[in-house]
């Protein structure tokens, strides 16, 4: 059984920078693809960025790209979301995901409980 435990979360106003961590813990690190999510009020939970189990391999939804990278350190079995020029659409509760396999068309068999990302304008 897999634990993920998200950190980094807060308020930040448009422009600003943030980093998310995910923690991971109960089952080998390195074997499975992992990702991020997003759901803001009164919207579905949307897709933002995946990594393949060795980090060589990454996908990003259109919002994401040129502003969001995600990384993963398989020896200290944490998932990082390093966030760049943050806008108010930004806003939303982030999820960590571990999936079921070593890619992320494998689905997501794990979800963190969430850290609230606010950005202000």
């Known amino acids: 059984q897999v634990q993920l435990v998200e950190s980094g979360g807060g308020l930040v106003q448009a422009g600003d920078s943030l980093r998310l961590s995910c923690a991971v813990s109960?089952?080998?690190?390195?074997?499975?693809?992992m990702g991020w999510f997003r759901q803001a009020p009164r919207k579905e939970r949307e897709f933002v960025v995946g990594?393949?189990?060795?980090?060589?391999?990454?996908n990003y939804a259109d919002s994401a790209k040129g502003r969001f990278s995600i990384s993963r350190d398989n020896a200290k079995n944490t998932l990082y979301l390093q966030m760049n020029s943050l806008k108010p659409e930004d806003t939303a509760v982030y999820y960590c995901?571990?999936?079921?396999?070593?890619?992320?068309?494998?689905?997501?068999?794990?979800w963190g409980q969430g850290t609230q990302v606010t950005v202000s304008s």
């Open positions: 109960g089952r080998p690190f390195s074997s499975y693809a």
């Open positions: 995901a571990a999936y079921s396999g070593d890619s992320i068309f494998t689905g997501v068999s794990t």
């Open positions: 990594i393949s189990w060795s980090g060589g391999r990454t």
